[in-house]
């Protein structure tokens, strides 16, 4: 169940303006933000990315993942249906399991041996009843009081979501129809398959990693790769879209074939000499469910963003570690209808992303360098007006509509 209690919630400096086109540095490094943020946002009533359903495919198999700072196992039922629960033993709070993903008849916290079923369902306590007539639990303990705490849960179309909100909306109705369209592009009920993990700690505010997906202004001038051989530049054709609370984006780009342009003056990531050694990192091929673009970042508020950039499909999952720091953890993957060879492409292209991704790599030190200024003024602001000061869809790459988007909704839930 989720805590209803109100928090003792004494205001950061107040966001002095209206609207989003300025955003106080404190949003990045105040805590009590921090915790409002976690309450309201990843223990709220949203839907947090937790799997895949191809990670864990047969009765009893689990995996072991986070929902803002607290730890969540999913795991498959013997009904064939997906559990999510606390990893949290209902005793003395213990976080009993450490293994990333295994197979379990059920869980037992190693402190005092509590057992519980794969629904999270307490089965055992020991010495319930004393030993020798002594001890023991009160005579009104009831076990089925005091199972793990169960998530509510959705695998819609091999994609596992969970929340800690009862009252959490249907999935479908969370997103919306236009971002549905674009979750149903990449899952449209193929069988996936994972090709690999990165994981990494990035030294910044969690909602940064949003920002920079929803930042189409940087990637053709940060990202000599992007700029260089078109992957992404301000000359792209392109979509900005949103779902009607402004809550989740589609970034979407079609590429061209990069080079010297109008898009490239004066620009100091542009290399025009630079060719590769290897041409198979950039070996694509058109796919018949892109429908046009060549990449679409796809961000679905707090906790994932879907990644298409060009044959390359990635989960990146985010996850706060205090208001400084987050994981970021990337699930590649495929398709299992994909041919030796396209999986062999999807993972060169790989080496494009993760943390040492000849292009995210790049963002990763970014953010910590914003980061490095923001607890340094508290009156400090982020500007935040390319395209107007209003929020709406957009046909252009020199916009930063979807971050006063994400601000717009931030700034309704949090109540700041
Ligand atoms: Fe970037």
Redesign the pocket.
């Known amino acids: 169940m989720n805590d209803p209690r109100p928090l003792p919630f004494v205001p950061a400096p107040a966001w002095k303006r209206e609207g989003t086109a300025r955003l106080p540095f404190w949003l990045y490094t105040d805590e009590d933000i921090y915790q409002r943020e976690l309450e309201r946002l990843f223990y709220g009533p949203h839907w947090s990315y937790v799997g895949l359903s191809c990670e864990i495919p047969k009765p009893g198999d689990f995996k072991r993942t986070w929902i803002g700072e607290r730890s969540v196992l999913i795991v498959r039922d013997p009904d064939g249906s997906v559990n999510a629960v606390e990893n949290r033993c209902a005793h003395r709070g213990v976080q009993f399991c450490k293994e990333p993903q295994g197979n379990r008849k059920g869980f037992v916290c190693p402190y005092h041996q509590w057992s519980y079923d794969l629904k999270g369902n307490l089965l055992g306590v020991p010495y319930m009843r004393g030993i020798k007539g002594k001890g023991g639990m009160p005579q009104d303990f009831k076990r089925e009081d005091h199972g793990l705490r169960k998530l509510r849960v959705v695998d819609y179309n091999g994609v596992i979501f969970a929340s800690f909100d009862p009252k959490v909306p249907d999935f479908k109705e969370f997103l919306g129809p236009t971002m549905l369209k674009y979750f149903e592009r990449v899952f449209d009920g193929r069988e996936l398959t994972v090709l690999g993990y990165n994981r990494q700690r990035v030294p910044g505010n969690w909602k940064l990693i949003h920002e920079?997906l929803k930042d189409c202004y940087?990637?053709g001038l940060?990202?000599t790769w992007f700029i260089n051989f078109g992957l992404w530049r301000a000359d792209n054709e392109s979509l900005n879209v949103m779902d009607e609370n402004f809550c989740h984006s589609a970034m979407v780009t079609v590429r061209n074939k990069g080079g010297k342009g109008e898009a490239t003056e004066g620009v100091s990531s542009f290399r025009e000499n630079m060719q590769l050694n290897d041409g198979r990192f950039l070996d694509v091929e058109d796919e018949y469910w892109w429908g046009g673009p060549s990449a679409v970042i796809h961000s679905i508020f707090p906790s994932l963003i879907v990644q298409q950039q060009i044959n390359s499909i990635a989960m990146r999952q985010v996850i706060p570690r205090g208001p400084r720091n987050f994981d970021y953890i990337w699930t590649h993957l495929g398709f299992t209808e994909d041919t030796p060879e396209m999986t062999e492409r999807r993972l060169t292209q790989a080496n494009l992303f993760g943390p040492a991704g000849f292009?995210?790599g790049?963002?990763s030190e970014i953010i910590g360098m914003v980061e490095d200024n923001m607890h340094t003024d508290k009156d400090g602001e982020v500007l935040c007006e390319l395209g107007g000061r209003d929020v709406a869809d957009t046909d252009t790459h020199i916009s930063e509509t979807l971050l006063r988007g994400m601000y717009h909704y931030y700034r309704k839930i949090m109540e700041i």
Do not use: E, I, K
Request: aromatic share 0%.
């Open positions: 920079n940087h990637p940060l990202h292009v995210s790049d963002d």
